[in-house]
Every structure is written in C-alpha cells, then in structure tokens.
C-alpha cells in the first residue's frame, strides 16, 4: 500500500489552481441545490446539471494536481529590505 499524500499541500494560497478549485467546488454545490429547489424546464434542468458535474470533475482534476505537484516557490524580492536601507 502507498503512503497517502498528506492533505498540507491542498492549501497554497499562492497558486491560483488553489483558489480557482475551491471556486469550483463551491459552485457545484450550489448549481445541484438550485436544480433540486427551483422549479426549472427539463432543459434548464439538464444544463444546470451538467455545469454542476463539470465543475465537480474538474474541480476533482485540480485538487488531484495539487496533491501531485510541488507546492510553488515564495516569490523573492530582487529589492533589499527596507531595514538594510536603514542601516546603511
């Protein structure tokens, strides 16, 4: 058996998959929700239903790769602190 990936590489607010996921996985829930409590034709009812599994699948596609990927760097600043220019 593998060893499970641990789950602290989900979050990296620095890389815009992240937020683009949670993005995505908050609105497949709320598109099933409008399906089931709003009374729509069968044809918004098919559409809604199939926007919310794409985003479902392809939210589950970006959390697969950040769990693959390396988390992104720290930027780093070519400027020097404004302590250095202080001390000198």
């Given at each position: 058996?593998?060893?499970?990936?641990p789950?602290?590489?989900?979050?990296q607010?620095?890389?815009?998959?992240?937020w683009?996921?949670?993005?995505?996985?908050?609105?497949?829930?709320?598109?099933?929700?409008?399906?089931?409590?709003r009374?729509?034709?069968a044809?918004?009812?098919?559409?809604?239903?199939?926007?919310?599994?794409?985003?479902?699948?392809?939210?589950?596609?970006?959390?697969?790769?950040?769990?693959?990927?390396?988390p992104?760097?720290?930027?780093?600043?070519?400027?020097?602190?404004?302590?250095?220019?202080?001390?000198?």
């Amino acid at each position: 058996m593998q060893p499970s990936r641990p789950f602290s590489r989900l979050y990296q607010p620095r890389n815009p998959l992240f937020w683009l996921m949670l993005t995505l996985n908050a609105l497949s829930p709320a598109l099933a929700w409008v399906v089931h409590n709003r009374p729509l034709n069968a044809w918004a009812s098919v559409l809604l239903t199939c926007f919310a599994l794409g985003n479902a699948v392809l939210g589950t596609f970006l959390l697969w790769r950040l769990l693959r990927d390396e988390p992104a760097a720290p930027a780093q600043d070519d400027k020097p602190a404004q302590d250095d220019k202080l001390l000198s």
